[in-house]
């Protein structure tokens, strides 16, 4: 029987062991947004109008805990100049609203579905969405 269990811990991922040392948290989505020259204070006002009212919603309703906005100080060519940081409450906060959730949601923010998705296309006038990842927040016990 000893042998059995020395056999089965040998054989056992380290991985089972490793988790004892680390928690996973909520879900951060990071967009690298890159503004167009001499946009950027254009893009900044139009987040303040319809971004962060948008969040302020969705923080009410449970579904976000925060949101951060970060400049790329040194950014390089090629690289975005601004990040757009959401974290969520969890992965279905996420993932798992209808379209019937985000047509209302448009209402609240511009009157309608077609009013947002038209404010969609000017923001492609000032800006280059260049990555979107799904981030998990893992924290040291």
Known sequence: MK???????LFMPLGVFAQDDYTQGTYWTVSGVDTHDGKFDDY???LNNGWKKSLDIQIKEGLVVSYKLFGNVNARAGE???YLMIEWKSGAAMLDNTQEY???HAKKLWG????G???GEERGKIRTLMSDVLLREISFK
């Open 3 to 9: 042998k059995l269990l020395i056999l089965v811990l």
């Open 44 to 46: 900044i006002t139009d």
């Open 80 to 82: 975005p100049n601004l």
């Open 102 to 104: 985000w047509d209302d």
């Open 112 to 115: 309608s579905r077609e009013a």
């Open 117 to 119: 998705e038209v404010a």
